[in-house]
């Protein structure tokens, strides 16, 4: 038999299976799957399929002679997940499988949920492999078909079939935070030229995340999180914590409730209420961004009161807590308009928008230090003004292996440029700023993919810069490279940042926002040495995705090293030290859990300063990184971070 008959077949045979907790109606024809390939690498490769898998069917039959091992073994361990088969297979659907289709009227629309444990969108008669992944699934509560249909479907039965328009849906399904995948297939209906049928195939992630702490008995914290309320896409974040020893506020709590993409309005809220020790705030936003190149309106409206203690490191290395109370408002909306692209070559080309927009910001302070001409300007009463025109081009390319542990990503491909506008209302007296915006990324042929940021702002008055900012930004990751332990990356990121004439009080760092080796925005270590008005950060990463499967953690082995450099306006930046971090280490990920990766990293940091151990171990969490996107939304000044 034919191999592409083979696929074929497996991909009807996938489209229709049942799991047990799916209600959905799942009609099954005789027709192709409209993203099948007729010629599949898993089956050609198979020598190199074995390879891979070696060890384990070896372990495997060892620990099978036994009761008790081959029990463990079934706990532990799941089939191995070999990348290079679903690189494979999201090359070749590349091209945009729903051009065949385009015109023809979508008939009906058919909801396919799949378990959070055990199956795929690319193989749904993948069964749960252990009783741990069986009762994942059976405790959690899939996403309901109405919500999936009504608040996350951007077409409807009737419609005339946009291939762009399910292209789009498909990767705005992966890039919310409550599916792990997203696939949606297009099948004609037999005996029909006119009416298709779409299938919409989703995967949740596990919702759930319990968090919490106990130092003592006196002092301990206990929370969760919950990013899928009852199926019904809602996130619920809650965390209570005690001290019995503070003198201060004994009892401090947290909570956020977020409904995403209410109806068909793809409208987001979302309610704050923070009642920590040095944070209380009160908070409310309404907000909806452009979800895709074609989405013509967006906009937000946030209000918040806030009362904090302002940690503020001073010249001399003092350490000052600031108590600060205002009210904060902000509204923005923008408008996009198609030009230059036609939608015959939108795929190939990106579809291009030249975006305006404005914005409205207002700080009110209520309790604040004495603010005059040369001191605390940082916190005088201010109401901002922007105006923003700009020109963005974007498409999308399917990858895997790049921040993600074996998900399909999608990397933005494009450019931006826009130019930033407006005037502030400020307490010291009005002033007015400009900046300017570039941006492009792409793949490099068959040498990785490559962006660049370029960005110029600031301040004018009295026909001086003030708040001004340069910042450069360049990140690279190179292409898979198939190595006998798995697959690989190389990830270069380099950011530039010059201050010009700020505030005494402003300042940048070398610290890292979570402390790890991983972050683009640190140098792995905080240090309150790290900082100036001057930085530039080098940072390398390798990142080895091997083939070990624990529990349904995949495992990575990194090794970084991190370059910084330093130092306030008066001194040379060039001439400053260059302070040095390397490290090595794993991260475990489960693309199933909404949790973050956890890693444990040795890293060496030689000349930090006031650093009496630089030898650092840490097990800690990791936030997924996300692509920088071409998308332009409110305007806003250029960050000095």
């Known amino acids: 038999m034919p191999s592409h008959w083979v696929v074929w077949c497996v991909a009807l045979m996938g489209i229709g299976a049942y799991g047990q907790n799916d209600s959905t109606r799942y009609v099954s024809k005789k027709t192709n799957d409209s993203l099948a390939t007729k010629i599949s690498p898993a089956i050609i490769d198979t020598a190199l399929i074995q390879r891979d898998s070696l060890f384990y069917n070896r372990l495997k039959a060892k620990m099978y002679k036994h009761r008790m091992t081959r029990q463990l073994y079934d706990l532990i361990f799941q089939d191995v997940y070999n990348s290079q088969a679903r690189t494979g297979e999201v090359s070749q659907i590349e091209v945009n499988p729903f051009k065949p289709f385009e015109g023809r009227i979508i008939g009906d629309i058919y909801i396919r949920r799949l378990g959070v444990f055990g199956q795929s969108v690319y193989d749904t008669l993948r069964q749960p492999g252990n009783w741990v992944e069986r009762t994942g699934n059976r405790l959690h509560t899939n996403t309901r078909e109405n919500i999936i249909r009504r608040s996350y479907l951007l077409f409807k039965e009737g419609d005339a079939l946009d291939p762009t328009i399910l292209r789009d849906n498909e990767r705005l399904l992966r890039t919310t935070s409550i599916f792990h995948d997203a696939r949606i297939l297009v099948l004609p209906r037999p005996g029909s030229r006119q009416f298709v049928d779409v299938y919409v195939i989703t995967q949740d992630v596990w919702s759930l995340l319990p968090t919490g702490g106990v130092g003592s008995l006196n002092q301990f914290s206990l929370g969760f999180e919950q990013n899928n309320f009852r199926g019904l896409g809602h996130q619920l974040h809650a965390q209570v914590a005690y001290s019995g020893a503070d003198p201060r506020q004994k009892i401090e709590y947290q909570g956020r409730y977020t409904v995403p993409f209410i109806g068909k309005t793809f409208l987001t809220a979302q309610a704050d209420f923070i009642y920590l020790r040095d944070l209380k705030q009160i908070a409310?936003?309404?907000?909806?961004?452009?979800?895709?190149?074609?989405?013509?309106?967006?906009?937000?409206?946030?209000?918040?009161?806030?009362?904090?203690?302002?940690?503020?490191?001073?010249?001399?290395?003092?350490?000052?807590?600031?108590?600060?109370?205002?009210?904060?408002?902000?509204?923005?909306?923008?408008?996009?308009?198609?030009?230059?692209?036609?939608?015959?070559?939108a795929e190939g080309k990106g579809r291009s928008r030249l975006v305006l927009a404005i914005r409205n910001t207002?700080?009110?302070?209520?309790?604040?230090?004495?603010?005059?001409?040369?001191?605390?300007?940082?916190?005088?009463?201010?109401?901002?003004?922007?105006?923003?025109?700009?020109?963005?081009?974007?498409?999308?390319?399917?990858?895997?292996?790049?921040?993600?542990?074996?998900?399909?990503?999608?990397?933005?491909?494009?450019?931006?440029?826009?130019?930033?506008?407006?005037?502030?209302?400020?307490?010291?007296?009005?002033?007015?700023?400009?900046?300017?915006?570039?941006?492009?990324?792409?793949?490099?042929?068959?040498?990785?993919?490559?962006?660049?940021?370029?960005?110029?702002?600031?301040?004018?008055?009295?026909?001086?810069i003030e708040q001004g900012v340069l910042s450069l930004e360049g990140n690279y990751f190179s292409p898979l490279m198939t190595t006998k332990w798995g697959n690989m990356r190389h990830f270069f990121n380099s950011r530039f940042t010059v201050g010009i004439d700020r505030f005494d009080n402003e300042y940048i760092t070398l610290n890292s926002s979570s402390g790890s080796g991983i972050n683009t925005d640190g140098i792995g270590i905080n240090n309150d040495a790290l900082r100036g008005t001057n930085r530039w950060l080098i940072n390398y990463e390798n990142i080895l995705f091997s083939k070990l499967n624990l529990i349904g953690f995949r495992v990575a082995f990194i090794s970084f090293a991190n370059l910084g450099l330093v130092s306030f306006q008066d001194r040379s930046l060039l001439r400053g030290p260059i302070y040095q971090g390397y490290g090595i280490g794993f991260r475990l990920r489960n693309e199933n859990l909404t949790f973050n990766s956890f890693q444990i990293r040795l890293a060496y940091y030689p000349n930090i300063p006031n650093n009496a151990y630089p030898f650092r171990f840490a097990f800690e969490g990791i936030p997924v990184l996300r692509f920088r996107d071409f998308d332009l939304s409110a305007p806003q000044l250029i960050p000095y971070r």
């Open 284 to 345: 409310f936003r309404l907000y909806r961004p452009f979800l895709t190149p074609d989405t013509k309106y967006a906009g937000s409206i946030e209000v918040n009161h806030t009362r904090v203690n302002n940690r503020l490191v001073a010249r001399n290395d003092s350490v000052l807590l600031v108590p600060l109370s205002y009210n904060y408002s902000d509204i923005w909306i923008g408008r996009s308009f198609r030009i230059f692209y036609s939608p015959n070559d």
């Open 362 to 464: 207002n700080y009110e302070y209520f309790e604040r230090p004495t603010v005059t001409a040369d001191t605390n300007q940082l916190y005088q009463d201010s109401r901002t003004t922007l105006f923003t025109i700009g020109y963005s081009r974007r498409k999308y390319v399917r990858d895997v292996l790049i921040y993600g542990f074996g998900r399909t990503e999608d990397v933005p491909v494009g450019e931006a440029i826009s130019v930033v506008v407006g005037f502030d209302n400020a307490e010291l007296g009005p002033r007015k700023y400009a900046g300017l915006n570039f941006s492009q990324g792409k793949y490099l042929n068959k040498s990785g993919y490559l962006y660049a940021l370029a960005s110029l702002g600031g301040y004018t008055r009295n026909q001086r």
